[in-house]
């Protein structure tokens, strides 16, 4: 039974105030389904009931629940490539000059999802960074669960298969009973926290590198230009910014100039 028109309105409010991801009219089905194991964990009947107990009776914590499931958090390993041998080919070696004294590369994760892409970093900086740097990864997402999973470090045999070569495998995962799980020694440099873009940013070092790929796509202009503009705040002056292959800040944010990056493209702040 599909969600009504009130049923709707009040998830796409919830989202929207809580998270600024707008839902269109027409995802009805998509909400329903998303919300079915959120209503049978709780023992409701279906999302009609599960929806109308907790507008009765509001519960931070199965609002929570609501803005997780409908977080869309597809990802895989090296996600379009492009980006990656931008980093490795063109970004890192301009840091490497520029940060000769520091000898550190900071990267930011923003939508970091269960882990894959701030791990793919990370995979990435080991391999191309010279010896004696270092580096220190962040990964930040809205969704608890997700950030969780990622804090895990544990993915299944179809997630590995999703992006990630035989040899990268071998080198920075074990084995964990029917799961793979990445090794300390590369999860020193991986942290992961929750955060909400559209909302005012935590104090933070600046970041030399920040991905942001795939998100902008879910906000209105408004809120891109919000977490553009937050965004710029914590990317080093001479830093790059990637976004998705969607996404521009063209018409958005006149701070950013967008510069080839190899066989893709990358933002800096002017």
Same mark, same amino acid.
């Given at each position: 039974? *599909?969600?009504?028109?009130?049923?709707? &309105?009040?998830?796409?409010?919830?989202?929207?105030?809580?998270?600024?991801?707008?839902?269109?009219? %027409?995802?009805?089905? +998509? =909400?329903?389904?998303?919300?079915?194991?959120?209503?049978?964990?709780? %023992?409701?009947?279906?999302?009609?009931?599960? #929806?109308?107990?907790?507008?009765?009776?509001?519960?931070?914590?199965?609002?929570?629940?609501?803005?997780?499931?409908? *977080?869309? &958090?597809?990802?895989?390993?090296?996600?379009?490539? $492009?980006?990656?041998?931008?980093?490795?080919?063109?970004? #890192?070696?301009? #840091?490497?000059?520029?940060?000769? *004294?520091?000898?550190?590369?900071?990267?930011?994760?923003?939508?970091?999802?269960?882990?894959?892409?701030?791990?793919?970093?990370?995979?990435?900086?080991?391999?191309? #960074?010279?010896?004696?740097?270092?580096?220190?990864?962040?990964?930040?997402?809205?969704?608890? $669960?997700?950030?969780?999973?990622? $804090?895990?470090?544990?993915?299944?045999? =179809?997630?590995?298969? @999703? %992006?990630?070569?035989?040899?990268?495998?071998?080198?920075?995962? $074990?084995?964990?009973?029917?799961?793979?799980?990445?090794?300390?020694?590369?999860?020193?440099?991986?942290?992961?926290?929750?955060?909400?873009?559209?909302?005012? +940013?935590?104090?933070?070092?600046?970041?030399?590198?920040?991905?942001?790929? &795939? =998100?902008?796509?879910?906000?209105?202009?408004? *809120?891109?230009?919000?977490?553009?503009?937050?965004?710029?705040?914590?990317? @080093?002056?001479? %830093?790059?910014?990637?976004?998705?292959?969607?996404?521009?800040?063209?018409?958005?944010?006149?701070?950013?100039?967008?510069?080839?990056?190899?066989?893709?493209?990358?933002?800096?702040?002017?």
């Amino acid at each position: 039974m *599909t969600l009504s028109q009130a049923e709707f &309105n009040y998830v796409s409010q919830l989202v929207r105030r809580e998270a600024s991801i707008v839902l269109a009219p %027409g995802k009805e089905y +998509l =909400v329903e389904a998303r919300l079915i194991p959120v209503a049978r964990a709780v %023992g409701a009947s279906g999302v009609s009931e599960f #929806l109308a107990d907790l507008q009765r009776r509001p519960d931070p914590a199965q609002q929570r629940k609501i803005i997780d499931a409908l *977080t869309t &958090n597809e990802t895989s390993w090296f996600r379009d490539r $492009e980006p990656f041998a931008a980093l490795t080919d063109v970004v #890192l070696p301009e #840091l490497i000059k520029s940060r000769s *004294t520091a000898r550190k590369v900071r990267v930011w994760s923003a939508a970091s999802s269960s882990g894959q892409e701030a791990y793919s970093l990370a995979i990435t900086l080991q391999e191309a #960074l010279p010896a004696g740097w270092s580096y220190d990864i962040m990964g930040t997402d809205i969704s608890t $669960e997700m950030v969780k999973r990622a $804090e895990t470090a544990e993915y299944s045999q =179809v997630e590995v298969n @999703r %992006g990630l070569p035989a040899a990268q495998l071998v080198q920075y995962f $074990e084995r964990a009973g029917a799961h793979w799980r990445i090794t300390q020694a590369l999860r020193r440099n991986v942290s992961f926290r929750l955060m909400n873009l559209t909302a005012p +940013l935590p104090v933070m070092q600046p970041f030399d590198v920040i991905f942001l790929r &795939n =998100v902008l796509i879910y906000f209105d202009v408004a *809120t891109k230009r919000t977490v553009l503009q937050n965004v710029a705040k914590l990317l @080093r002056p001479d %830093g790059w910014l990637f976004l998705g292959a969607a996404e521009t800040t063209i018409g958005i944010d006149d701070n950013y100039e967008r510069v080839a990056a190899g066989r893709t493209s990358a933002y800096r702040v002017r």
